[in-house]
């Protein structure tokens, strides 16, 4: 029968007695064996009686209730299984509505498409309304050439560019009359030649002479 050790460190022999085992001490020197008396049991080696029903109780923090692990757990695994509903519920929605929304931007882009097609382009102007604009243009310089003429009348000094204003009274005026309107800018009813025609290029005519001198 091997020699055993108990927690306390005796050694009980195979003859029945029990013996402290000699041990070495940190200088070096040996300690030697000693005898224990029979009968005698260390605090370590006194077995503590453990009552089951109250070390369950006293552990019961640590390992929970019985059965309330499993039903936690189906709880969790149940609030997992909605909220992931819930998420594909809304995921759907949301795919629902983005697709009717779809649905009804294509109809209304059809129905501006419609409009956009029979409405006229910003770009395509009429050549009439271009006609009027231009001839506009043309009444306002040959009024401004006309107020310098008026001044130089009247006796004031004009710089080079004003008097080429005035000289240019009588191309205005033919510009004017090949659009079909008359030195004010109006649309000329009939065919005719404005009556100021001549005397104007006369005017720009006489001008030019007067700077040629």
């Given at each position: 029968m091997a020699d055993k050790v108990t927690k306390s460190g005796i050694k009980k022999l195979s003859n029945g007695k029990s013996v402290i085992p000699s041990s070495t001490r940190p200088?070096?020197?040996v300690r030697k064996e000693i005898r224990v008396k029979p009968g005698y049991k260390p605090p370590e080696d006194v077995e503590v009686y453990k009552n089951r029903i109250a070390e369950a109780w006293k552990n019961r923090g640590e390992r929970g209730v019985p059965g309330a692990e499993?039903?936690?757990?189906?709880?969790?695994?149940?609030?997992?299984?909605?909220?992931?509903?819930?998420k594909n519920a809304k995921r759907r929605e949301a795919r629902k509505k983005a697709a009717a929304g779809g649905k009804e931007?294509?109809?209304?882009?059809?129905?501006?498409?419609?409009?956009?097609?029979?409405a006229p382009k910003p770009g395509a102007v009429e050549p009439e309304a271009e006609t009027a604009k231009e001839a506009k243009k043309l009444a306002k310089k040959l009024r401004q050439a006309r107020e310098l003429k008026d001044k130089k009348d009247e006796g004031a000094a004009l710089l080079p560019e004003q008097f080429a204003k005035?000289?240019?009274?009588?191309?205005?005026?033919?510009?004017?009359?090949?659009?079909?309107?008359?030195?004010?800018?109006?649309?000329?009813v009939d065919g005719d030649k404005d009556p100021g025609l001549k005397a104007n290029e006369e005017e720009s005519t006489k001008e030019r002479g007067k700077i040629a001198g």
């Open positions: 200088d070096g020197s499993s039903a936690g757990s189906d709880h969790a695994a149940d609030l997992k299984q909605s909220a992931a509903a819930a931007d294509g109809a209304e882009n059809a129905m501006n498409g419609d409009k956009t097609a029979d005035v000289i240019k009274m009588s191309e205005l005026i033919r510009q004017l009359d090949a659009l079909g309107f008359d030195t004010d800018g109006e649309k000329k």
